[in-house]
Protein backbone atom coordinates (compact mmCIF):
# COMPACT_ATOMS: atom_id res chain seq x y z
CA UNK A 1 0.00 0.00 0.00
CA UNK A 2 1.25 3.67 -1.00
CA UNK A 3 -0.63 5.71 1.39
CA UNK A 4 0.78 4.03 5.00
CA UNK A 5 -1.00 6.59 7.14
CA UNK A 6 -4.24 5.64 6.27
CA UNK A 7 -3.66 2.42 6.57
CA UNK A 8 -5.56 -0.24 9.07
CA UNK A 9 -3.28 -2.81 10.22
CA UNK A 10 -6.22 -3.96 12.78
CA UNK A 11 -7.94 -7.30 11.72
CA UNK A 12 -11.02 -5.91 14.11
CA UNK A 13 -11.42 -2.67 12.16
CA UNK A 14 -10.66 -4.83 8.91
CA UNK A 15 -13.49 -7.02 9.96
CA UNK A 16 -15.95 -4.11 10.72
CA UNK A 17 -15.60 -2.37 7.57
CA UNK A 18 -16.43 -5.71 5.68
CA UNK A 19 -19.06 -6.39 8.13
CA UNK A 20 -21.12 -2.79 6.88
CA UNK A 21 -19.76 -3.36 3.35
CA UNK A 22 -23.06 -4.01 1.38
CA UNK A 23 -21.43 -5.39 -1.86
CA UNK A 24 -18.46 -7.38 -2.63
CA UNK A 25 -16.72 -6.96 -5.58
CA UNK A 26 -14.86 -10.21 -6.44
CA UNK A 27 -11.95 -10.09 -8.99
CA UNK A 28 -11.20 -12.63 -11.38
CA UNK A 29 -8.53 -13.46 -13.94
CA UNK A 30 -8.16 -16.09 -16.83
CA UNK A 31 -5.79 -15.68 -19.61
CA UNK A 32 -4.87 -12.07 -18.87
CA UNK A 33 -8.41 -10.68 -18.97
CA UNK A 34 -9.68 -9.64 -15.83
CA UNK A 35 -13.14 -10.02 -14.67
CA UNK A 36 -14.31 -8.07 -11.61
CA UNK A 37 -18.52 -8.49 -10.53
CA UNK A 38 -20.15 -7.52 -7.55
CA UNK A 39 -21.61 -10.45 -5.40
CA UNK A 40 -23.62 -10.84 -2.29
CA UNK A 41 -21.65 -12.36 0.64
CA UNK A 42 -20.69 -13.34 3.63
CA UNK A 43 -18.32 -13.53 6.12
CA UNK A 44 -17.62 -15.45 9.06
CA UNK A 45 -13.94 -13.64 10.43
CA UNK A 46 -12.10 -16.28 8.48
CA UNK A 47 -13.35 -16.98 5.02
CA UNK A 48 -16.40 -14.77 2.54
CA UNK A 49 -18.82 -16.94 0.81
CA UNK A 50 -20.49 -16.60 -2.41
CA UNK A 51 -22.80 -18.45 -4.76
CA UNK A 52 -23.56 -18.86 -8.30
CA UNK A 53 -25.76 -20.11 -10.61
CA UNK A 54 -24.75 -23.85 -11.45
CA UNK A 55 -23.04 -22.46 -15.10
CA UNK A 56 -21.49 -19.15 -15.97
CA UNK A 57 -18.60 -17.00 -16.85
CA UNK A 58 -17.37 -16.64 -13.32
CA UNK A 59 -17.37 -20.63 -12.94
CA UNK A 60 -15.31 -20.69 -16.46
CA UNK A 61 -13.09 -17.90 -14.46
CA UNK A 62 -12.81 -20.14 -11.36
CA UNK A 63 -12.44 -22.81 -13.17
CA UNK A 64 -9.06 -21.40 -15.22
CA UNK A 65 -8.04 -19.82 -11.86
CA UNK A 66 -9.34 -19.73 -8.27
CA UNK A 67 -7.20 -17.18 -7.06
CA UNK A 68 -9.03 -13.89 -6.84
CA UNK A 69 -8.69 -10.32 -5.21
CA UNK A 70 -11.88 -8.79 -2.83
CA UNK A 71 -12.55 -5.24 -2.57
CA UNK A 72 -15.34 -3.98 0.04
CA UNK A 73 -15.77 -0.23 0.37
CA UNK A 74 -17.94 1.98 4.05
CA UNK A 75 -19.43 5.29 4.04
CA UNK A 76 -18.24 6.78 0.96
CA UNK A 77 -18.75 10.19 0.02
CA UNK A 78 -17.46 12.91 -2.11
CA UNK A 79 -15.50 15.70 -0.04
CA UNK A 80 -16.05 18.76 -2.37
CA UNK A 81 -13.90 21.69 -2.23
CA UNK A 82 -15.07 25.18 -3.07
CA UNK A 83 -12.25 26.68 -5.13
CA UNK A 84 -9.91 24.18 -6.42
CA UNK A 85 -11.01 21.08 -8.41
CA UNK A 86 -7.72 19.48 -7.42
CA UNK A 87 -8.89 19.33 -3.97
CA UNK A 88 -11.70 17.46 -4.42
CA UNK A 89 -11.70 13.68 -2.89
CA UNK A 90 -13.54 10.94 -1.11
CA UNK A 91 -14.22 9.57 2.34
CA UNK A 92 -14.28 6.47 3.33
CA UNK A 93 -12.92 2.59 4.65
CA UNK A 94 -12.03 0.07 2.33
CA UNK A 95 -10.96 -3.25 2.45
CA UNK A 96 -8.75 -5.74 -0.28
CA UNK A 97 -8.47 -9.36 0.49
CA UNK A 98 -6.30 -12.08 -1.74
CA UNK A 99 -7.19 -15.58 -1.49
CA UNK A 100 -8.18 -19.14 -2.57
CA UNK A 101 -11.86 -20.00 -3.84
CA UNK A 102 -13.01 -23.68 -2.80
CA UNK A 103 -16.18 -24.68 -3.38
CA UNK A 104 -18.40 -26.25 -1.02
CA UNK A 105 -20.18 -29.35 -2.02
CA UNK A 106 -21.06 -31.11 1.19
CA UNK A 107 -24.71 -30.49 1.50
CA UNK A 108 -24.02 -29.22 5.37
CA UNK A 109 -21.22 -26.83 3.61
CA UNK A 110 -23.52 -25.53 1.29
CA UNK A 111 -26.30 -24.61 4.00
CA UNK A 112 -23.82 -22.83 6.48
CA UNK A 113 -21.82 -20.93 3.54
CA UNK A 114 -25.80 -20.08 2.24
CA UNK A 115 -26.47 -18.86 6.37
CA UNK A 116 -23.20 -17.04 6.08
CA UNK A 117 -24.68 -14.70 3.21
CA UNK A 118 -28.29 -14.26 4.67
CA UNK A 119 -27.08 -13.39 8.16
CA UNK A 120 -24.87 -10.44 6.44
CA UNK A 121 -27.80 -8.90 5.13
CA UNK A 122 -30.78 -10.33 7.66
CA UNK A 123 -29.17 -10.35 11.07
CA UNK A 124 -30.47 -14.01 11.61
CA UNK A 125 -30.22 -17.55 10.67
CA UNK A 126 -32.34 -19.37 8.29
CA UNK A 127 -33.60 -23.00 7.60
CA UNK A 128 -31.82 -24.31 4.35
CA UNK A 129 -32.95 -27.25 2.62
CA UNK A 130 -31.43 -29.06 0.13
CA UNK A 131 -34.00 -28.12 -2.54
CA UNK A 132 -32.98 -24.55 -2.17
CA UNK A 133 -29.34 -25.26 -2.95
CA UNK A 134 -30.40 -27.53 -5.72
CA UNK A 135 -29.94 -24.62 -8.64
CA UNK A 136 -26.44 -22.95 -7.57
CA UNK A 137 -23.38 -23.47 -6.72
CA UNK A 138 -21.85 -22.23 -2.92
CA UNK A 139 -17.92 -20.89 -2.97
CA UNK A 140 -15.67 -20.22 -0.14
CA UNK A 141 -12.72 -17.74 0.03
CA UNK A 142 -9.97 -18.80 2.06
CA UNK A 143 -8.68 -15.10 2.53
CA UNK A 144 -5.14 -15.43 2.76
CA UNK A 145 -4.48 -11.29 3.68
CA UNK A 146 -6.87 -8.26 4.16
CA UNK A 147 -5.30 -5.13 3.97
CA UNK A 148 -7.92 -2.02 5.29
CA UNK A 149 -7.61 1.34 4.33
CA UNK A 150 -9.44 4.92 5.30
CA UNK A 151 -9.65 9.00 4.74
CA UNK A 152 -8.08 10.85 7.07
CA UNK A 153 -11.31 12.00 8.52
CA UNK A 154 -12.23 8.65 9.69
CA UNK A 155 -8.91 8.16 10.95
CA UNK A 156 -9.68 9.62 14.38
CA UNK A 157 -13.23 8.25 15.19
CA UNK A 158 -11.64 4.81 14.06
CA UNK A 159 -14.76 3.56 12.90
CA UNK A 160 -17.74 4.75 10.98
CA UNK A 161 -20.55 2.54 10.72
Request: with cysteine; glycine share 6%.
Amino acid sequence: MWRTDNALSERSLNSQIIDHAQVCRLGLAMDNTPYVLPVSFGYDGKAIYFHTAKEGRKIVFLADNNRVCCEFENGVQVVRHDSSPCKWTFSFQSVIGYGTVLELTEPTEKFDGLNHIMKHYSGRDWPISARDTDDIRVWKIAIESLTGKQSKDKLDSRWMA
